[in-house]
């Protein structure tokens, strides 16, 4: 279940997707929308741990602005944002970052920033847990359409019911671990009743569960998971975008 580096063998399953391909898969959106979008105005906000993001997003948007945060205050001034986003064209700001201040700040500015003259998305390359912090008011990541690849789906309507069973049993809301542990182990199970065993069932492709998806592909050494999520805010739900 972890997500740190494994020292992979033949006998080695490790049920966690790579970040990297999970940032290959949002610059596959990105390259989408850039061929049917007429001329965004990019930003990108980029603290000193993630420069080489920052680098990497500067090549495929040349013209596009690059907004160092105060490196003390993790702190981006409202008015620099303002001149640098346009009344006339929509307005991708990318955020890389994991400094929870700063992502409650930037979330908080661009959505008092959105008005009907001034379109504003916003994307991130590495979602990080800084995102789940209660002073993040939803609706205004929705208000973004803030979007992400993302290795669960956080989608509460769909857990309701789970929720429920599971608080009946334990007394407790579970927490992500204990629902991702669950739902592995879902997977494990059937994919070792249909195939008798375990690694041949791995070539029964992707499955689906309320907020994880598994799809083991065999590496050099061993086997990983695949599979994620392109996720984006809307109102206050969070929707998958599957024809994208």
């Not at 966690?16 to 391909?21: A, Q, V």
């Not at 948007?61 to 009344?87: G, M, R, Y």
């Not at 992707?206 to 599979?227: C, D």
Request: overall charge negative.
């Amino acid at each position: 279940l972890t997500t740190k580096p494994l020292a992979m063998r033949k006998n080695v399953v490790h049920s966690s997707t790579d970040r990297k391909l999970l940032r290959e898969r949002m610059h596959r959106y990105i390259d989408s929308l850039d061929q049917s979008a007429e001329n965004p105005c990019v930003v990108i906000v980029a603290d000193a741990e993630n420069l080489a993001t920052q680098n990497r997003l500067k090549e495929q948007f040349p013209l596009a602005e690059i907004v160092n945060p105060d490196p003390e205050f993790n702190f981006v001034k409202p008015e620099l944002i303002d001149s640098l986003t346009s009344h006339l064209e929509q307005n991708w700001v990318f955020l890389e970052t994991k400094k929870t201040n700063l992502i409650i700040s930037m979330v908080s500015m661009l959505n008092a920033q959105q008005n009907e003259n001034r379109k504003t998305r916003l994307m991130t390359l590495d979602r990080s847990s800084a995102y789940d912090d209660e002073n993040i008011d939803q609706s205004h990541l929705g208000n973004l359409s803030f979007t992400y690849a993302e290795t669960i789906n956080i989608n509460p309507v769909a857990l309701t019911s789970f929720y429920d069973r599971y608080k009946d049993a334990y007394g407790t809301v579970p927490t992500r671990e204990a629902i991702r542990g669950y739902e592995l182990m879902t997977d494990l199970t059937l994919r070792a009743a249909i195939r008798k065993k375990l690694i041949d069932g791995f070539s029964l492709g992707e499955t689906q569960y309320l907020q994880n998806k598994f799809l083991f592909r065999e590496e050099a050494k061993g086997h990983r998971n695949s599979a994620m999520y392109l996720l984006q805010h809307k109102g206050y739900e969070t929707i998958e975008l599957t024809n994208e």
